[in-house]
């Protein structure tokens, strides 16, 4: 999906939430712009989900994450997105970017990655639960692990970890 139907699209299909600032950690800044809001949804439903990572526009730092999971907390069932880099000049952000997910085996076949292109961003973390039952009602956690340099080309993210919750409730009608 390219990055301007994504941008058309994401309007309609969710409520963005502007979460400010987070406290910098070790002088560093990296935290959440945006998330899908805490909402209610019928049973049966295909439901998007997203986090939206920023570094404030600093010039020494970057808004990528390297790894992001998505933890439902009903059960502690989680899929885990890994962003990787193949060629020899990766070490300097120069390569060829891809994502892969991991997931455990109750989130195997429901649970898939939305975003922009790999190569294009890699602060937008999405998900998408095709069909949402009675065990997604649940607060869906989401972790993100910043990558360690600007360009994202390094096999290990930066250590810096920061999370925030989104609740998924069944509606009443």
Request: charged residues 25%; proline residues 2%; contains cysteine.
């Given at each position: 999906?390219?990055?301007?139907?994504l941008?058309?699209?994401?309007?309609?299909?969710?409520?963005?939430?502007?979460?400010?600032?987070?406290?910098?950690?070790?002088?560093?800044?990296?935290?959440?712009?945006?998330?899908?809001?805490?909402?209610?949804?019928?049973?049966?439903?295909?439901?998007?989900?997203?986090?939206?990572?920023?570094?404030?526009?600093?010039?020494?730092?970057?808004?990528?994450?390297?790894?992001?999971?998505?933890?439902?907390?009903?059960?502690?069932?989680?899929?885990?997105?890994?962003?990787?880099?193949?060629?020899?000049?990766?070490?300097?952000?120069?390569?060829?970017?891809?994502?892969?997910?991991?997931?455990?085996?109750?989130?195997?076949?429901?649970?898939?990655?939305?975003?922009?292109g790999?190569?294009?961003?890699?602060?937008?973390?999405?998900?998408?639960?095709?069909?949402?039952?009675?065990?997604?009602?649940?607060?869906?956690?989401?972790?993100?692990?910043?990558?360690?340099?600007?360009?994202?080309?390094?096999?290990?993210?930066?250590?810096?970890?920061?999370k925030?919750?989104?609740?998924?409730?069944?509606?009443?009608?």
């Open positions: 999906m390219s990055s301007l139907k941008l058309l699209l994401l309007p309609t299909l969710l409520s963005v939430s502007s979460l400010g600032h987070s406290s910098p950690v070790e002088d560093r800044s990296f935290f959440f712009e945006a998330r899908t809001v805490d909402q209610k949804y019928n049973l049966g439903s295909k439901i998007y989900l997203f986090a939206l990572t920023s570094d404030g526009g600093s010039w020494n730092d970057n808004d990528d994450w390297k790894t992001c999971t998505w933890t439902r907390e009903r059960d502690n069932t989680n899929c885990k997105i890994f962003y990787r880099c193949s060629g020899a000049l990766c070490d300097v952000g120069v390569g060829t970017f891809s994502r892969y997910m991991e997931c455990d085996a109750q989130l195997q076949n429901k649970i898939s990655f939305f975003g922009p790999s190569d294009d961003r890699n602060n937008f973390c999405g998900i998408i639960i095709k069909s949402l039952n009675r065990y997604d009602i649940s607060t869906w956690r989401v972790e993100v692990e910043q990558c360690k340099v600007t360009g994202c080309g390094s096999e290990e993210g930066s250590g810096l970890r920061i925030t919750g989104i609740k998924v409730e069944k509606s009443d009608s």
